[in-house]
Each structure stands twice: as structure tokens, then as C-alpha cells.
């Protein structure tokens, strides 16, 4: 799968998160916590997708997320782009093969998301304990959330979902 | 010596980094400025097509639950009747009173020239999603510009206020709810006509700023609007207050629990007050 329908991909999931976490009746708000799949989704994305484009598709995410909240505008942008050159810079230099070093690097990186976010709306003092306790959520559902955004990912990277359009093939 | 990378894929990441970097700079700049005007028809636009998606998936979860809790209320329907009846029998009592009441108060304001109050429209709306940010109380609602809603206008429930209109798309708008913690409400207490801040706490849950630790305050005291904010006519019930502490003692003030009249969280259908008052700004 190019890098182009990879973007796709990511933005079309987190579409699909984002509707679902903000519907009312959906049990994904758990007091001041939720099921966050967003910030494990940036996070597969960053795995896989190096720098370059990576970045702009992160950017794209975050400006779609913030149309679902009253945040102050770029605040979503800010986060989600930190996490990701966060776990590009990691990745350069360790190698995060394992579910438990996945988990403890989202775990991680939510906190910087979770701050940034606290933070700018004004709400600092949620972080302890409810930022952490989000935060340490995140990692532990990582293995969940990557599962699904896998299995998603196999089935829509599939050529024939694609209008017949191929990937450059072999000689 | 000039500034050169050699290796053009390099070169590409360092630009796009650094345009990255001058995005962040504007996006911290636009958190003071607040969102371009040029922004809105798109951001609105976006806004209706994602309340459509909303309000679908919302709409099962809604179906189940009125189905599950017309089932509980069908088990308690006897012992209910005959608390209603009861009720029915001392509201008919009061009925009487107030109308008297209403009667006299029509005939002073006669007497003293004072303008009856503009009455206001009022629109249903079904709510179809809440915050993305879980601190954060507002809630999106299926009504919207084309219905005659603008941002800064009353929404209250059966019970009582739930908040204030922030945003409007064409067919959907976001609701700031009382307990959001940029929420403030202009208030008495109806007992002693003290005056107060109603500020959100989050978590669905309120508290009253600003009164003094000379006032007399109870628990389960009524705390309505005063119609002093150009928001909020005089007289809404906000909630009852719950609890009622001095403070450490350099505090000039109380601290004052209150417990809004509509569950916040729970809440599911609102009424939208549409008057032709002055567009007032919204706390963006």
C-alpha cells in the first residue's frame, strides 16, 4: 500500500473513531476518562510511517479532531503531531518490537498528549490523577487497538477494494 | 559556510519539519486570536455532516434506553399513581394561588407602567453527541441556524437550565452546559436574594462563586438566574444547594456546592429559548 492510501487510511479511521466516541449513548466517556483510540492510532501510524508525509496526515487528524470538541483551535494539532515526532525520534534510536515496549511507549507519549491538552483548555488540574490514569489506559488497550487497526488496515489495503487499481507489481 | 544537506530525501525532511515548526508557531498564535472567519462555512459544513453520522449511531442507544426505562416504570405505575393523584390534588391548590398571585401582578404592572417580558419561541432539540475532550461539557444538539438558533441563547430542560447555545451550524449546534468549567451564570438565591457566579466544576456538577461568608446560605436552597448576565432572563431554576463550607479564613467567600436541576450527564432532550434579543458574544 502506498503512503497515499495509508494516509487514507489513518484519516478515515479516526473519522470512524471520532464519530464513535462522540455519539451520545456510547459508553466511551467513563467520567473525566474514555476509550481513546486515538491516541493508539497515531501512534500505530507513527510505527509504520516515517517522517516525510507522515507528519501532514498526523496534522490532518488532529485538525479533524478538533472540530468534534470546544478545545482551542490547534490544541489537538499540537498533541498529536508531538506524539508522532516523539515516536519517530524513539524509533531512531531503540527498536520497540515487543506488545509490552508498545504499551509503555504509548502509555508514555499519552501523557504528553493528555498535558498539552489539559493544559491549553485550562484544566491543568486533571492531570493527577485522571491524566495518568488516561494515560496508562491508552498503553494498556494498545494491543486491542493495534489489533484492530491491523485487521482494518489488511482488509481496505486489499487490491480489489480498490476499483481493480494495482500496486506496482513485480517483473 | 552556507547552510547545506546533501542528501535530497534529508533535505525534504528538514523543509517539511520546519514547516511544521512554523505551523505550530501560527497554531499557537491562532490559541489567542481564536479561528479565521474564512474558517466557518467549512468547519460548519463539517459540522452538519458529522451531527447526520451522530445522530444515527446515537439513535439506537436513545430507542433502547426509553425502552428499557418505560419497562422500570411500569413495574412502580400503582404506587406512582397514587403519589400523582396526591400531587395532582396540592399543585390544583396552588394553581389557585398563583393565579390570584398573577392576577395582582398584572394590575401593579399596570399601575406602575412596567413592559411585559418578550415571550420566546421555544425549539426541541434531540441531543446526538457530547465532547470529544471528556473535562469538557458541551453537547451537540439536531437543531440549528435554519431552526432560528444562534449562538448565546437559552436551553433548558424540564426541569430547569442546561446551558447556553455556543456554535450553530445550519442543522446542528453545540450546547455549553452549565457544568463546563468556562461556564459562568449570573444567580440569587431565591430565599435571601443573594448574589452569585454559577461556575461549572465538570463531572456534571456546579458551584456558586462570589457570596459572602456573612450570608446566610442552606442547604437545599434555590438558586435561580438573575437575569443580570444579557443571557439568561431572571428566574430559571439552576439547582439546589447541596453543601455549604466557610472556607479557609483568609477566603473573602463561601464555598457553595450546588446541584443542578437537570442531570447534565444524562440529559437527552432539550428546549432551546429563541428570543430576538441582542446577538451577545459567545465565551469564544
Redesign the interface.
Given at each position: 500500500m502506498n503512503a497515499y492510501k495509508k494516509a487514507l487510511v489513518v484519516i478515515f479511521l479516526g473519522y470512524v473513531l471520532l464519530l464513535i466516541e462522540t455519539a451520545r449513548g456510547f459508553p466511551f466517556q467513563l467520567g473525566q476518562i474514555r476509550l481513546d483510540g486515538l491516541v493508539p492510532l497515531v501512534a500505530w501510524y507513527g510505527f509504520q510511517h516515517s517522517l516525510p508525509g507522515g507528519i501532514l496526515t498526523v496534522l490532518g487528524l488532529g485538525i479533524l479532531s478538533e472540530q468534534m470538541s470546544a478545545m482551542p483551535a490547534g490544541l489537538y494539532a499540537l498533541a498529536y503531531t508531538g506524539e508522532y515526532l516523539m515516536i519517530r525520534y524513539i524509533l531512531s534510536h531503540i527498536v520497540c518490537a515487543a506488545a509490552w515496549q508498545q504499551m509503555m511507549l504509548v502509555s508514555f507519549l499519552s501523557i504528553e498528549v493528555v498535558a498539552v491538552l489539559l493544559i491549553g483548555s485550562g484544566a491543568a488540574e486533571l492531570l493527577w490523577p485522571w491524566g495518568f490514569v488516561q494515560a496508562f489506559l491508552n498503553g494498556v488497550l494498545v494491543p486491542f487497538w493495534f489489533f484492530i487497526f491491523d485487521k482494518v488496515n489488511s482488509v481496505i489495503s486489499r487490491e480489489d477494494m480498490w476499483c481493480g487499481v494495482k500496486e506496482h507489481s513485480e517483473v | 559556510m552556507p547552510f547545506r544537506i546533501g542528501n535530497p530525501?534529508k533535505r525534504?525532511?528538514v523543509f517539511?519539519?520546519l514547516a511544521?515548526v512554523v505551523?505550530?508557531i501560527f497554531?499557537?498564535v491562532?490559541?489567542r486570536l481564536?479561528?479565521p472567519a474564512a474558517v466557518s462555512p467549512v468547519?460548519y459544513f463539517?459540522?452538519d455532516l458529522?451531527g447526520y453520522?451522530?445522530k444515527g449511531?446515537?439513535g439506537?442507544?436513545?430507542w433502547g434506553?426509553k425502552l428499557w426505562r418505560s419497562y422500570l416504570a411500569l413495574q412502580d405505575v400503582e404506587l406512582e399513581n397514587k403519589v400523582l393523584r396526591q400531587e395532582v390534588i396540592q399543585l390544583q391548590k396552588e394553581i389557585g394561588r398563583y393565579r390570584e398571585a398573577l392576577i395582582a401582578n398584572a394590575r401593579f404592572k399596570r399601575l406602575l407602567g412596567i413592559k411585559e417580558d418578550v415571550g420566546a419561541t421555544v425549539i426541541t432539540a434531540n441531543?446526538?453527541?457530547?465532547?470529544?475532550?471528556?473535562?469538557?461539557a458541551?453537547?451537540?444538539v439536531d437543531q440549528g441556524r435554519k431552526d432560528g438558533i444562534k449562538p448565546g441563547m437559552v436551553v433548558m430542560s424540564g426541569a430547569g437550565v442546561v446551558g447556553q447555545t455556543?456554535?450553530t451550524s445550519l442543522h446542528f449546534s453545540?450546547i455549553?452546559l452549565l457544568s463546563?468549567?468556562?461556564s459562568a451564570v449570573a444567580t440569587l438565591i431565591q430565599r435571601n436574594r443573594a448574589r452569585g457566579i454559577i461556575k461549572g466544576a465538570?463531572?456534571g456538577r456546579c458551584y456558586l462563586a462570589y457570596v459572602e461568608k456573612v450570608v446566610d446560605v442552606e442547604v437545599g436552597d434555590r438558586i435561580i438566574t438573575s437575569g443580570t448576565d444579557q443571557i439568561f432572563p431572571k428566574g430559571l431554576l439552576i439547582g439546589k444547594v447541596s453543601s455549604v463550607t466557610e472556607g479557609s479564613i483568609p477566603d473573602l467567600f463561601q464555598e457553595i456546592t450546588v446541584t443542578p436541576a437537570v442531570d447534565l450527564k444524562r440529559v437527552?432532550e432539550v428546549v432551546v429559548l429563541v428570543t430576538n434579543q441582542p446577538f451577545v458574544e459567545s465565551h469564544h
Amino acid at each position: 500500500m502506498n503512503a497515499y492510501k495509508k494516509a487514507l487510511v489513518v484519516i478515515f479511521l479516526g473519522y470512524v473513531l471520532l464519530l464513535i466516541e462522540t455519539a451520545r449513548g456510547f459508553p466511551f466517556q467513563l467520567g473525566q476518562i474514555r476509550l481513546d483510540g486515538l491516541v493508539p492510532l497515531v501512534a500505530w501510524y507513527g510505527f509504520q510511517h516515517s517522517l516525510p508525509g507522515g507528519i501532514l496526515t498526523v496534522l490532518g487528524l488532529g485538525i479533524l479532531s478538533e472540530q468534534m470538541s470546544a478545545m482551542p483551535a490547534g490544541l489537538y494539532a499540537l498533541a498529536y503531531t508531538g506524539e508522532y515526532l516523539m515516536i519517530r525520534y524513539i524509533l531512531s534510536h531503540i527498536v520497540c518490537a515487543a506488545a509490552w515496549q508498545q504499551m509503555m511507549l504509548v502509555s508514555f507519549l499519552s501523557i504528553e498528549v493528555v498535558a498539552v491538552l489539559l493544559i491549553g483548555s485550562g484544566a491543568a488540574e486533571l492531570l493527577w490523577p485522571w491524566g495518568f490514569v488516561q494515560a496508562f489506559l491508552n498503553g494498556v488497550l494498545v494491543p486491542f487497538w493495534f489489533f484492530i487497526f491491523d485487521k482494518v488496515n489488511s482488509v481496505i489495503s486489499r487490491e480489489d477494494m480498490w476499483c481493480g487499481v494495482k500496486e506496482h507489481s513485480e517483473v | 559556510m552556507p547552510f547545506r544537506i546533501g542528501n535530497p530525501k534529508k533535505r525534504v525532511t528538514v523543509f517539511l519539519v520546519l514547516a511544521v515548526v512554523v505551523f505550530l508557531i501560527f497554531v499557537v498564535v491562532g490559541l489567542r486570536l481564536g479561528p479565521p472567519a474564512a474558517v466557518s462555512p467549512v468547519k460548519y459544513f463539517f459540522v452538519d455532516l458529522t451531527g447526520y453520522f451522530q445522530k444515527g449511531l446515537s439513535g439506537p442507544s436513545r430507542w433502547g434506553g426509553k425502552l428499557w426505562r418505560s419497562y422500570l416504570a411500569l413495574q412502580d405505575v400503582e404506587l406512582e399513581n397514587k403519589v400523582l393523584r396526591q400531587e395532582v390534588i396540592q399543585l390544583q391548590k396552588e394553581i389557585g394561588r398563583y393565579r390570584e398571585a398573577l392576577i395582582a401582578n398584572a394590575r401593579f404592572k399596570r399601575l406602575l407602567g412596567i413592559k411585559e417580558d418578550v415571550g420566546a419561541t421555544v425549539i426541541t432539540a434531540n441531543v446526538v453527541g457530547v465532547d470529544l475532550a471528556p473535562w469538557l461539557a458541551t453537547i451537540t444538539v439536531d437543531q440549528g441556524r435554519k431552526d432560528g438558533i444562534k449562538p448565546g441563547m437559552v436551553v433548558m430542560s424540564g426541569a430547569g437550565v442546561v446551558g447556553q447555545t455556543m456554535e450553530t451550524s445550519l442543522h446542528f449546534s453545540k450546547i455549553l452546559l452549565l457544568s463546563d468549567y468556562n461556564s459562568a451564570v449570573a444567580t440569587l438565591i431565591q430565599r435571601n436574594r443573594a448574589r452569585g457566579i454559577i461556575k461549572g466544576a465538570g463531572e456534571g456538577r456546579c458551584y456558586l462563586a462570589y457570596v459572602e461568608k456573612v450570608v446566610d446560605v442552606e442547604v437545599g436552597d434555590r438558586i435561580i438566574t438573575s437575569g443580570t448576565d444579557q443571557i439568561f432572563p431572571k428566574g430559571l431554576l439552576i439547582g439546589k444547594v447541596s453543601s455549604v463550607t466557610e472556607g479557609s479564613i483568609p477566603d473573602l467567600f463561601q464555598e457553595i456546592t450546588v446541584t443542578p436541576a437537570v442531570d447534565l450527564k444524562r440529559v437527552e432532550e432539550v428546549v432551546v429559548l429563541v428570543t430576538n434579543q441582542p446577538f451577545v458574544e459567545s465565551h469564544h
